[in-house]
């Protein structure tokens, strides 16, 4: 009998109405015939609410402690969703992470499972019993409580469909798959039915908020077969149309693949340009530079140092648009003088645009297509980096609509593949 | 060093504000040398709006997924304590039920516990910490969640106090002590410095609602000292006013034992009266009658037969005042015809009145001057039942306030005892 494991958002476990709906929705699996694991998050709001009350009581709350409160969210869930399918006839057994065990390391707030033992979830499923675990959480070698980290129930859900070996992973959201880019800004945009988990794991740190990249991570090193799909459609809807819709990402480039070269357009507006001007043209100086920047705990995303000329070259980089004054104090106070810049400059009125695709690899002359278009609506590009399967550009951001539409339609992105 | 454990209602951790007046508390305590153990209730509300999603899902709640869900209420409120103790700059550490950990039996929603392994928790305390315990719950030996009932966070308490030999226990509520009888009903009624714990018991099971009563029971096989006092004085007030506050419960008879004969008052307006008539006066009458009730699971308090006439006899209980028409119904329907009685009836419109006292026991005419006392309020018993330590009598509900004011009055209950 084939394993699946499902994964609900907490917008799908909102309410006990939908709650109910979770229910109906496994149960039609699992009267198919289909060993379920189910993973739910907690209720929406829930993990917000439990964070409030910590803030109140503690301004930075204790690592330890927060995971203790924060666990509560999905057990409540699991509890719940357990009582609904039996409330439907269907028998159901929850666990929380420390239960099953899930263990992970010692690292509060932001832990990474190390394993998994599904002793106690076969004996239940052999025994034809629904398994539902809490996401998001597990335990230490010390017997504590810990946590993956915001979004960590796709994560969880990936990585017990991995040590189970599961045929396949359906993560249920509030969208219907991946999109080529964001609808909201191209109505054309079209959804993908299969894309690579390489392809996936660029769009998914690009901002396209539809799964946590940790999860993907996970999916392509243990290779799960993983779908992201609507948790709104009719729960009752024929199981073989729901088990083909969404977005499959896949591993394998076979004649399953799309055969694009570029397969969506991901941007990001969180982030902020910040140059280092007129450094001297030394070894080790962005070592100095990013150096105090990383010591200070900001993460930085696009790094460019051009070729020097008379002897001093200039380092531009971007952070998060959060970061920003902290990084412009930091710079200016401290780094300037240290490496004997001219000056410190930068911008927040800047857009990080990506296209991204596993064509690409085989494929010359997708950035200069990309480059063409940008140019052709006049659009300047500040900085520009480039993977195996993405390109990077940064520009103003008041051209970010108009540069993903012109991309979009470049690529002729909202046509279908084959 | 000695060993003190406090334990919080739920009105005590209703908010943030309150849970840090509950760690002002704490840490006063812990400043003054004390190792200290927690025992903190859910929020008050919690646990009643976890159970109302519960019905909403499921009528009736599956009991393993019931305390899934309902131990999430205090694991919140000791992550929360903790990070309030933090923030005083006191070290804690909060553990749940199953981390101590605290095994109970099989039995979900109102499990018993069977052993508590202390070690973690006394190295902890011998590290300096606070050490803060989910009250209500525990692991039973299949690794299942398991929660002791309702106010089973006293009954932790004192577990943890009885098993790590605490000094002493502290249950801190929304009343300052334990009375001789309820301040509402009789305003003369005066605080108990001291009182045993027999008569706690039989106060308890009463509805003095301030402990609940298998807490008391475990303090007393296991003589824990067990203190009721206030959660609502100034946390700030003086350590040594504040460990002879309330009421003590104690199990040595010594010069400490308030001398008077009758110690308290207790009434339950809770009871209905049912009586079945005219029954053949003959062996097994009594199970015939009860063992249907029991199997109905309706609990019965006070039982009376008396002496038979004519061959027959009367045959007369009470039961909790919701269970009435369930019990009327299973009489009428089934148990008459059964037991041949001559007529079925009963009476919501009464009351349970008791007096207990230790001092009973080696007391002659403590009876009879209750039995005068209402008599000269013209005041009709209709049922009497006694123990070593307690008299009941079930009166027309109309003179329960006229009946506990009198008898106050008549054993001098008003008057500080020494």
């Known amino acids: 009998m084939s394993l699946i494991v499902h994964k609900y958002g907490g917008t799908s476990m909102g309410s006990t109405e939908r709650i109910k709906n979770v229910a109906r929705r496994v149960a039609k699996w699992h009267k198919a015939g289909k060993q379920m694991v189910v993973v739910p998050s907690a209720m929406s709001g829930e993990t917000n609410r439990l964070i409030g009350l910590a803030r109140e009581i503690q301004a930075e709350p204790d690592p330890r402690e927060l995971d203790m409160l924060c ?63 809490t996401g998001f959480q597990g335990i230490n070698a010390n017997g504590d409580l810990t946590t993956l980290g915001r979004g960590g129930s ?12 599961a045929a396949e992973c359906l993560i249920y959201t509030d969208v219907d798959g991946i999109y080529t880019t964001d609808p909201r800004v191209v109505p054309e945009a079209r959804r993908m039915r299969v894309v690579s988990f390489e392809e996936m794991l660029e769009m998914a740190s690009m901002g396209s908020k539809v ?21 709104l459609t009719d729960p009752d809807m024929p199981l073989g149309q729901e088990a083909k819709s969404g977005t499959l990402i896949t591993f394998e480039e076979d004649e399953h693949m799309e055969q694009a070269v570029v397969s969506g357009i991901a941007f990001n507006r969180d982030e902020a340009k910040v140059m280092v001007r007129g450094v001297p043209d030394k070894p080790g100086i962005a070592y100095q530079i990013l150096g105090d920047v990383a010591a200070a705990n900001i993460d930085v995303d696009m790094i460019i140092q051009n070729q020097g000329v008379d002897g001093t070259t200039d380092f531009t ?37 990506s296209i991204v695709g596993i064509g690409m690899r085989s494929h010359v002359g997708i950035a200069s297509l990309m480059f063409k278009t940008l140019s052709e609506e006049g659009i300047n590009i500040q900085m520009i980096s480039t993977s195996e399967i993405k390109v990077s550009v940064l520009i103003d951001d008041k051209y970010m609509e108009l540069a993903v539409r012109s991309l979009h339609r470049a690529f002729e992105l909202e046509k279908e593949q084959h």
């Open 317 to 353: 980089f971007t952070v998060h648009r959060n970061e920003y004054n902290k990084t412009m104090e930091l710079l200016s106070n401290q780094v300037k003088g240290a490496v004997q810049a001219r000056e410190v400059a930068g911008d927040t009125n800047v857009c990080k645009i």
């Open 154 to 165: 796709d994560t969880s859900a990936v990585a017990i469909a991995a040590a189970m070996n």
């Open 71 to 133: 666990c509560t969210g999905e057990q409540a869930s699991v509890a719940l969703l357990s009582m609904a399918l039996k409330a439907l006839g269907v028998d159901a057994v929850s666990y929380c992470g420390w239960q099953v065990p899930v263990r992970t390391d010692a690292s509060h707030n932001k832990a990474r499972i190390e394993s998994i033992d599904d002793t106690h979830v076969r004996k239940a499923l052999d025994s034809g019993k629904v398994v539902i675990i």
């Open 211 to 231: 799964l946590q990249i940790r999860s993907v991570e996970f999916a392509g090193k243990y290779r799960v077969p993983t779908r992201v799909l609507s948790s």
